[in-house]
C-alpha cells in the first residue's frame, strides 16, 4: 500500500464566548488534520496538537519524505521521519508533526487489516473508558465561584463523576474555589486540579496543602515542564497525586521523567509526543516504573478517537486483580466547534462513560463537507 499524497487541513472556528486558563485566553479553536492518500484508494486520518501553522509547515515538510513508501512500515517511517529532522526538533512542533502522520498511518493499517487500531496494538485490554470532564475555565466577565460551580453542578448532572478544575490564578483564590467546587459536587465525584505550570514549586506546594484534604485526584502540571527537580519537590511535599507531561514528547522526554521519578501519573498527549507508535511505547515504559499513564485529549474526533484506540491498550493502573485502577478519559466539555462537526458519528458519553469506536482504524468515518 504506497503513499501517493500527505495532505494537510487546517480548520479554525471562532468560539461564542471565550475562555481563559492561567497562561492564556482562547476566543479560537483550530484542528490540524493530517491525510495520508494511498494507491489502494484507502485514506487515514490524523491530527497534530498544537500550534496548526507550525505543524502544518512540519507535516509538509516531512510528507515529501513519505510519497511512494509502504504505508504499513510505519516504525521504519516514524524512525526516518524523526531522523530528518532529529538536529532541530527532539521535542515540540516537529514531533507534534510527526504525531498527526503516525496517527494517520496507523489509521491506515487498521482499514488496511479491516480491523480496528487497537486490535493491531495487541487487542483491547477495555471497550469503555470512565471520561472525566475538562472544563471549569475562567470567562471574561462574572464571579467564577458562582458559574463555576454552577457549570461543575452541570457535569454531575450530564452523569460525569469525575471533573478537572483550573487553577493557577493565585494560591488563595485557587484554594476558595477549589473548596467551593468539592462542597457543590459532594465527597463521591473524583476533581483534579490543573494549573497548566503557572507556579513554582513553592506557590505550588502551598497550594497543595491547602486543598490536600479536598481528596484531589491529581494536581496536574503544578510547575513548568523542564523543572523536575521542581516536579520532584511538589511530589514528596503533598498528598496529591502529581501529574504532568501533555508538554513531553517521546520515549527519550518520557525517560527522564520515569528515572528521574518526577510525577506519579504521566499523560502524553497523543497527537504530540509521537503518535500510537510512540505513546504504545511511553506506556509501556511507564509500567515498568510504577507510574499511572492517563492521557492528555485536547482535539477534534479524530485526536478523541486515536486517544480511545490507544487506551484501549494502555496498561491497567494497579496490578489486574477483580478491581484494577483504570486510565481515565480527559474529555474536553469547552467550546470546540469542529470537534464532533468533523466525525459522521458523534463520540459522546452515557453516565460518566465512552465506548471505544471499534470500527476499521481509528473507528470513526470524516465529514468532509463540515
Ligand atoms: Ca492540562
Known amino acids: 500500500m504506497k503513499i501517493t499524497a500527505v495532505n494537510t487541513h487546517l480548520l479554525s472556528a471562532k468560539l461564542s464566548q471565550p475562555f481563559a486558563y492561567s497562561r492564556a485566553r482562547y476566543d479560537t479553536r483550530t484542528a490540524m488534520l493530517v491525510e495520508i492518500v494511498t494507491d489502494q484508494g484507502l485514506v487515514g486520518w490524523g491530527e497534530c496538537y498544537g500550534p496548526a501553522r507550525i505543524t502544518k509547515a512540519v507535516v509538509e515538510e516531512l ?23 532529529r538536529d532541530h526538533g527532539q521535542k515540540g512542533v516537529v514531533i507534534q508533526g510527526l504525531s498527526g502522520i503516525d496517527i494517520a498511518l496507523w489509521d491506515l493499517r487498521g ?45 454531575i448532572e450530564q452523569g460525569f463523576q469525575a471533573m478537572k478544575l483550573k487553577v ?12 467551593a467546587i468539592r462542597n457543590t459536587i459532594g465527597e463521591d465525584a473524583a476533581l483534579m486540579i490543573d494549573a497548566n505550570h503557572a507556579y513554582d514549586a513553592i506557590a505550588a506546594i502551598r497550594l497543595g496543602r491547602e486543598v490536600e484534604e479536598l481528596d484531589i485526584g491529581w ?4 510547575v513548568p ?38 510525577m506519579d501519573i504521566i499523560q502524553p498527549d497523543i497527537c504530540a509526543a509521537g503518535g500510537l507508535s510512540e ?29 480511545l484506540q490507544w487506551m484501549a491498550t494502555v496498561p491497567t493502573h494497579t496490578p489486574t486483580s477483580l478491581q484494577p485502577v ?45
Open 63 to 85: 510528507g515529501q519524505m513519505l510519497i511512494g513508501e509502504d504505508a504499513l512500515r510505519s516504525e521504519f517511517l516514524w524512525q526516518e521521519l524523526y531522523a530528518r529532522l
Open 111 to 155: 482499514k488496511y487489516f479491516g480491523v480496528p487500531t487497537y486490535q493491531l496494538l495487541g487487542g483491547a485490554t477495555r471497550t469503555e473508558v470512565q471520561a472525566y470532564a475538562t472544563g471549569l475555565y475562567r470567562r471574561d466577565s462574572g464571579d467564577p465561584l458562582h458559574y463555576l460551580c454552577e457549570e461543575a453542578a452541570g457535569y
Open 168 to 179: 493557577g490564578f493565585g494560591v488563595r483564590e485557587d484554594a476558595a474555589v477549589t473548596r
Open 219 to 222: 494536581f496536574e502540571e503544578p
Open 225 to 262: 515542564p523542564e523543572d523536575l527537580a521542581g516536579y520532584r519537590a511538589v511530589k514528596a511535599a503533598i498528598d496529591i497525586p502529581v501529574a504532568g507531561g501533555e508538554c513531553e514528547f517521546t520515549r527519550y522526554g518520557f525517560r527522564e521523567v520515569l528515572t528521574q521519578q518526577a
Open 279 to 307: 505513546c504504545k511505547k511511553i506506556a509501556d515504559m511507564a509500567q515498568a516504573f510504577g507510574v499511572r499513564v492517563n492521557p492528555h485529549v485536547w482535539g477534534s474526533g479524530i485526536g478523541i478517537a486515536a486517544s
Open 326 to 370: 483504570q486510565p481515565l478519559l480527559e474529555f474536553d466539555q469547552t467550546e470546540h466547534p469542529i470537534r464532533q462537526a468533523i466525525i459522521a458519528e458523534p463520540i459522546v458519553q452515557q453516565k460518566g462513560w465512552v465506548q471505544i469506536p471499534n470500527g476499521p482504524g481509528l473507528g470513526i468515518e470524516i465529514n468532509r463537507d463540515a
